[in-house]
């Protein structure tokens, strides 16, 4: 069974704080990624990464980073962390190209006050 | 710019009929689609999918159908049982292009006993 976990259910955080939210998963997946989900939204792509140190851009990177320095793991950081960053955020991680399902795991609530 | 659009944002079914979930795209280089269900509080797990290549495809009470002509799909569930309340992502990926899938905005099910 594919196990995708995250660092934290819940977060409260202040403004301007630097946040990181650990995801790991270990299944050797070479591909993970990071998702923010917002009602009425759906779930929209941050950054995901294909292989160890590589990155990309999703839909809405502004205000995020990532960091893949191993490959069971994958970070997203908010560098300063704004009220509109207050989100439920996935991870999750598949195999390599193809009709792949994706996993994720349980999700972070990050509030940022 | 939405790419996969779930209109209804949610559904309410009574208990033992059928539930259809309706999900329209409109990249024509999607070539596969995926269904996700998410409780609150919990990562999307992964519910059915379907190549291109088919028009339907059947895993027990999940009925997933694609009209490629149309830029549609559906998934239907029957009977509906009230476990089955939950939100469900309509989700489409291309083969030829990145990992990455693109989600739509949801519809919350509720099935009423």
């Known amino acids: 069974d594919v196990k995708v976990t995250q660092s934290s259910r819940y977060l409260v955080k202040r403004t301007g704080e630097k946040v990181f939210l650990e995801c790991v998963q270990d299944m050797d997946h070479e591909n993970m990624f990071w998702y923010r989900q917002d009602p009425g939204l759906g779930l929209r792509l941050i950054y995901f990464?294909?292989?160890?140190?590589?990155?990309e851009k999703g839909d809405i990177p502004e205000g995020y980073s990532v960091s893949r320095e191993k490959k069971e793991r994958f970070s997203l950081i908010l560098e300063s962390a704004s009220t509109n960053q207050t989100s439920m955020y996935l991870c999750?991680?598949?195999?390599?190209?193809?009709?792949?399902?994706?996993?994720f795991g349980p999700g972070t609530r990050l509030l940022v006050l | 710019d939405q790419q996969v659009k779930q209109n209804s944002p949610s559904l309410s079914v009574q208990e033992g009929r059928i539930s259809i979930l309706n999900c329209d795209y409109t990249?024509?280089?999607?070539?596969?689609f995926l269904w996700y269900k998410k409780y609150p509080a919990e990562g999307p797990t992964f519910l059915i999918s379907?190549?291109?290549?088919?028009d339907k495809n059947e895993d027990g009470r999940f009925t997933v159908f694609l009209n490629k002509s149309a830029k549609h799909l559906s998934l239907h569930i029957v009977p509906s049982q009230p476990g089955d309340s939950a939100v469900y992502f309509c989700a489409a990926g291309s083969s030829g292009s990145a990992r990455q899938l693109t989600f739509g905005s949801g519809t919350q099910l509720t099935v009423l006993p």
């Open positions: 990464s294909y292989d160890v140190k590589m990155k």
């Open positions: 990249n024509s280089m999607f070539d596969y």
């Open positions: 379907i190549s291109s290549i088919k």
């Open positions: 999750a991680s598949t195999l390599t190209s193809g009709q792949e399902t994706q996993y």
